[in-house]
């Protein structure tokens, strides 16, 4: 017989399947190349590199897809919990430049969950430590799960 996990050990397992499967599903994500570090109940950390595709006018990194790595995250740490939940809003401030080459992080990290809704703080940092971007996301659970759940 084997003893069940602890719930701290089952929940972050939830929460690393709910991240493959929600990122194995995302095209989007797939093909600016976000990459999946880690997750656990209500947090999340993604990577992305920049690459010459994504450079605006000015030649610098597109605010677009600096917002998407952290979208990306937010949405992997909201659904952590496998209950499907969707952005009703998000709000990003640009704070530095990001360039071709530059290694991104985005980590998001709940900051309040009730009911239904929910709010996250996610950084998005260069390789050497500096803050590129801070976004503030809002969701809302609606019906459905991101994974089965385990049969009984």
């Keep these: 017989m084997t003893e069940d996990p602890p719930a701290e050990d089952a929940a972050r397992e939830l929460a690393q399947r709910c991240m493959r499967a929600m990122l194995d599903a995302d095209a989007a994500s797939a093909s600016l ?3 999946a570090l880690w997750a656990a ?3 999340a950390e993604m990577a992305m590199t920049v690459t010459p595709v994504m450079l605006n006018g000015h030649q610098i990194g597109h605010g677009g897809v600096v917002f998407t790595l952290a979208d990306t995250t937010f949405a992997v740490a909201c659904n952590s ?3 499907t939940t969707v952005a009703t809003g998000c709000d ?11 290694e ?3 980590v998001a990290q709940e900051r309040y969950r009730r009911g239904r809704s929910g709010l996250y703080d996610v950084t998005v940092r260069r390789a050497d430590g500096v803050v590129v971007a801070e976004m503030r996301g809002r969701c809302r659970e609606i019906p459905g799960v991101v994974v089965p759940e385990p049969e009984a």
């Design 92 to 102: 990003i401030d640009f704070v530095a430049q990001v360039h071709p080459g530059d």
């Design 104 to 106: 991104l992080r985005a």
């Design 33 to 35: 190349g976000i990459r």
């Design 81 to 83: 919990y496998n209950r």
């Design 41 to 43: 109940p209500g947090q």
